[in-house]
């Protein structure tokens, strides 16, 4: 446990040097108050909360910036500390090879939530005061908040898988930067052509629901945009949250699981890599 | 006092592919002793490093450094009873040598507060507080030996520890490690610069393509290559020519000249012509004696002259 603290403390300290920490928080605070100030204006008819509409218009546009982010933040943990030789003389010292995969994880993982607090938590607390927020609207935004870590952890553990698998660090970015259009944008493309030549009905609900829950941006949109009433309705996804029947604790497990599967592969690679 | 080994290596081979870094290496570092570790660049240094600090295993052969097994610590991390200074160390640029040292204090376990005392002791008292990025290499250098003696740890494996040291800390360096013998610590170091390390090793270990070509105290290596000792004489002007004649045989003279010679012999015949040489005089007016030094007893081995 004293390894993990001193590893993470190392991590939050070399973002804060870097000013890693202070980029994403002016990055996060200002796509979120210039969403809740200009962005929730046109809320007449529908009778959403400003606060509603931009939960819907944020977690739009989270999906595609904040894996963009955690991988940036994550794609050369190890590879970039192994080029730049930093890694072999850490590896000598009492500390296992898990507990610095962890480590640094978890030293990422709070970077982003300090980020969201702070840029997100900061334009909530704008909305409050302006009176754009009701109870029910701030619970669709905490759960935003909550989802955005939970997704941003996902894409740094997905990231430290890159840099456990490669040699380089160049490549590193290179398969980075795929993945997240491969997560991002092909994916939902490839579904959505997929539906548009299935004239026959050939795929069945079931199926569409299963293609989405594979891929942890979706998971994420369904979350936050069919969470709660008024948001879907915002959306146009109250039909489909309807139909598809997700259960929110589902959601979050999957969620959990795409931060707790790529990082427990990262761990059994990285134990097995010989210096 | 019986040898009781600190770190000991039997048979060990490291296979890389269809590349052998390492063939059935066999050598034992005692308790308070220092041992240099020679060899051309690829040779295996860094690799036998490696094996000793657990970060790789080997194909074959017992590896045991304090006691324990370095192999099954692959992944695990190693015991804080271990110093390592990696050739080239590098580390965050972002930090100050004063937090990095901190950092790696901690996580092996030794209180923070020794750390400053560290630090000046390896000259970087001024500049602790400065970013590591603004260091020179030398001083990167002087971190490193920091940090690898963190702890005072029982076994210290140094690869280049000197690289970039000016000559007043490289011997602050080694009366380091020669204190650290005295407390009955054991050091491994790995060099290139010969003519610093002959003296303050005890025994000297060179690998030539990853084979050990010789192991022993440089004494007993240079009789056993049976390097010629040289001895320069001066006599009296035009009297070089009948000292020669006078000397007698057991030597073989390489150079001459009105007043000086140039005689090369075995180690064991030295006594006896530096003794007819004394003899000699008036005549003779000076003899020097040059003993085959690391330089040489290395460049033996390491060339294919040496056992296989």
Redesign the interface.
């Known amino acids: 446990m004293r390894a993990l603290v001193i590893l993470a403390g190392n991590e939050i300290r070399d973002g804060l040097r870097n000013r890693w920490v202070a980029a994403i928080i002016l990055l996060l605070a200002a796509l979120a108050l210039s969403l809740a100030l200009l962005g929730s204006a046109p809320s007449g008819t529908v009778q959403a909360t400003p606060m509603n509409i931009t939960v819907a218009s944020l977690a739009s546009l989270t999906v595609y910036l904040l894996p963009l982010i955690a991988l940036m933040l994550a794609f050369d943990a190890l590879v970039g500390e192994l080029e730049r030789g930093t890694l072999l003389l850490l590896l000598t010292y009492p500390v296992a090879r898990w507990q610095v995969v962890v480590g640094k994880f978890l030293g990422h993982s709070l970077i982003l939530l300090a980020a969201l607090l702070v840029g997100y938590g900061g334009a909530g607390l704008v909305l409050q005061f302006t009176g754009g927020a009701d109870a029910e609207s701030w619970t669709a935004y905490l759960v935003l908040m909550a989802s955005s870590w939970l997704l941003g952890s996902a894409f740094i553990a997905l990231g430290y898988l890159i840099s456990a698998l490669v040699r380089e660090r160049a490549t590193a970015a290179g398969v980075a930067v795929t993945l997240w259009l491969l997560f991002v944008v092909l994916y939902d493309l490839g579904l959505l052509g997929m539906l548009l030549v299935d004239t026959g009905q050939r795929l069945s609900p079931e199926l569409v629901a299963a293609l989405l829950l594979a891929n942890p941006t979706d998971i994420y949109r369904i979350i936050n945009l069919t969470g709660t009433e008024a948001v879907s309705l915002l959306a146009g996804m109250a039909e489909a949250g309807r139909a598809a029947g997700f259960q929110p604790v589902m959601l979050v497990a999957l969620l959990l699981g795409w931060v707790a599967v790529p990082l427990g592969l990262t761990v059994v690679r990285f134990q097995r890599m010989e210096l | 006092m019986a040898f009781k080994a600190s770190i000991e290596l039997d048979r060990v081979s490291k296979r890389y592919g269809a590349h052998e870094v390492l063939h059935e290496v066999s050598l034992a570092v005692g308790q308070a002793e220092c041992v240099a570790l020679l060899g051309h660049n690829g040779a295996g240094k860094t690799t036998l490093m ?1 094996l000793l ?1 657990g ?3 080997p194909c074959h052969g017992r590896i045991r450094v304090n006691g324990a097994d370095p192999t099954h610590l ?7 009873d ?1 110093g ?1 200074l ?1 050739e ?5 640029t ?2 100050s040598g004063r ?1 990095v040292l901190r ?2 204090a ?4 030794v209180a923070v507060g020794t750390c400053d005392r560290l630090l000046a002791e390896v000259g970087l008292g001024e500049a602790a507080r400065r970013r590591v990025s603004t260091y020179s290499k030398g001083m990167r250098q002087r971190l490193g030996l920091a ?1 690898a003696l963190l702890g005072t740890p029982h076994v210290l494996l140094l690869d280049e520890p000197t690289t970039g040291l000016d000559p007043v800390l490289r011997e602050t360096f080694y009366q380091r490690v020669r204190q650290h013998q005295e407390e009955g610590g054991c050091a491994l170091i790995s060099s290139h610069a010969l003519t610093e390390i002959e003296a303050r090793s005890d025994r000297v270990a060179i690998l030539r393509q990853g084979r050990l070509v010789a192991f022993g105290p440089l004494a007993e290596l240079r009789e056993k290559a049976g390097l010629p000792v040289r001895i320069r004489v001066v006599t009296g002007v035009g009297e070089a020519n009948g000292v020669a004649e006078r000397i007698g045989g057991g030597l073989h003279l390489d150079h001459i000249n009105n007043q000086t010679l140039e005689l090369s012999c075995l180690g064991g015949d030295k006594l006896d012509i530096v003794t007819r040489l004394a003899d000699l005089r008036p005549a003779v007016h000076d003899v020097e004696i040059h003993t085959p030094g690391l330089s040489e007893v290395y460049a033996h081995y390491s060339a294919g002259d040496g056992p296989q």
């Open positions: 490696k600090l970060l790789t295993r692959l992944g695990k991390g190693l015991g804080a271990i390592f990696p080239n160390v590098m580390f965050h972002a930090m937090e950092f790696y901690r996580l092996k376990g940090q």
